[in-house]
């Protein structure tokens, strides 16, 4: 089957594969997991996601009735961001979600008053900025003092009041955190389970009890060599939370991944349209772009480029070796789009390329598609998945 590129790939064996490790470690530890829509929302793999029983995490009014549309239950979702719109918030209102994560003082008001309008109740989860540094890149940090996420450990009895004098509407039902992306180092997950006890027992000190203490998703995969190691440490990333979290009667713990479910399962398929010969360097030039995958171009993140040799059953890529060898040169890879930072790869050793070959960009499963865009006119990239028959072609 040959498929007009670029497009992605997803790898649905992978996909149920990750689901199960996943599924597996969290209920040996208890633990419930909402998967972080924003991650991908394609809807074929929400609804494998959501058939496994999972909750959603959401960031958008539109990710919520996108989330129940694909068979997540109401009941499961849990609605955050920083800047939910009164429709937004009157939407989720008005579906029975599982909880609004409440992100400021402000937010809090708003939600009071709207419930008051509305004649309704909500379910409060407050979402508090711990001050934990997570270690990486600056732009997917989200627990430090400087980042918009959260309200602050200084107003938390600020947020209390509010709660106390609206108790008939707003019902607490327990406190959020979230540090960061891409962790692949737990120090930081146990620095924030030691700050959440605290918080927690000044929290009940208050008279309110939390019967969910939420710490966010960010384990990070492996984008370095993702055949190594392409389902991600669920396992550690669990034991570190039990060793240091101390969790009282009632309490449970709800995690959010999203990158570590989908990350490994998806990649981007694309053609070389030119190898030019520069002044200085050799370009592979491809007709995907930061328009399909903008990470590199965004975060400066790396994502392993492999040239494919053929296609082979249920069209899976086979590659090329990714072993460096005496006849491997070296590129810088980049897409056709009219930006300086439009580039996946410099210096990077791959084999001799010729115009026409196909390429495939690994580990795009989290952050690819659901980012791809129409900038310079472009076509966003159709999608194909592991499991399609000649027929199945779809968008």
Request: with cysteine.
């Amino acid at each position: 089957m040959n498929f007009q590129t670029p497009y992605y790939w997803y790898d649905l064996t992978l996909l149920d594969k990750t689901l199960n490790v996943l599924s597996k470690t969290a209920e040996s530890y208890g633990y419930k997991i909402h998967y972080a829509v924003k991650a991908n929302n394609n809807e074929r793999i929400l609804r494998r996601i959501a058939h496994e029983g999972y909750g959603a995490d959401c960031v958008s009014g539109n990710e919520v009735l996108l989330a129940m549309k694909c068979g997540f239950h109401a009941s499961k979702i849990f609605f955050a961001g920083v800047g939910k719109t009164d429709d937004e918030i009157i939407t989720a209102l008005q579906h029975g979600i599982g909880a609004l994560v409440v992100e400021s003082i402000e937010e809090l008001e708003v939600i009071s008053e709207l419930t008051q309008q509305l004649q309704r109740q909500a379910n409060i989860i407050l979402r508090i900025n711990p001050e934990v540094d997570a270690h990486t890149h600056g732009n997917i940090t989200t627990g430090l003092k400087e980042n918009k996420f959260g309200i602050s450990e200084s107003r938390i009895f600020d947020a209390l009041s509010i709660m106390r004098q609206s108790s008939e509407r707003l019902l607490f039902r327990g406190i959020h955190f979230h540090i960061g992306s891409q962790m692949m180092d737990f120090d930081p997950v146990r620095e924030l389970c030691i700050k959440v006890n605290a918080i927690r027992d000044a929290i009940v000190s208050e008279g309110f009890y939390p019967r969910i203490i939420d710490l966010g998703g960010g384990l990070g995969i492996d984008y370095d060599y993702p055949e190594g190691q392409p389902i991600p440490d669920f396992v550690n990333w669990c034991q570190a939370i039990y060793d240091t979290l101390r969790l009282e009667s009632g309490e449970e713990v709800h995690l959010e991944p999203g990158r570590s479910i989908v990350g490994q399962c998806g990649m981007l398929i694309s053609k070389v349209l030119y190898v030019k010969q520069g002044e200085e360097k050799k370009f592979v030039i491809l007709d995907a772009g930061m328009t399909e995958l903008i990470r590199p171009a965004l975060y400066g993140a790396k994502h392993a480029v492999r040239k494919i040799k053929r296609m082979g059953e249920n069209n899976r890529p086979v590659f090329e070796s990714a072993s460096i060898s005496d006849n491997s040169e070296l590129y810088d890879v980049v897409g056709p789009i009219c930006e300086s930072s439009d580039t996946f790869a410099k210096n990077l050793p791959l084999p001799p390329m010729r115009r026409n070959d196909l390429v495939a960009i690994l580990s795009a499963g989290a952050y690819g598609e659901v980012m791809s865009s129409e900038y310079n006119g472009h076509t966003k990239p159709r999608v194909f998945y592991s499991d399609m028959k000649l027929s199945d072609e779809e968008h």
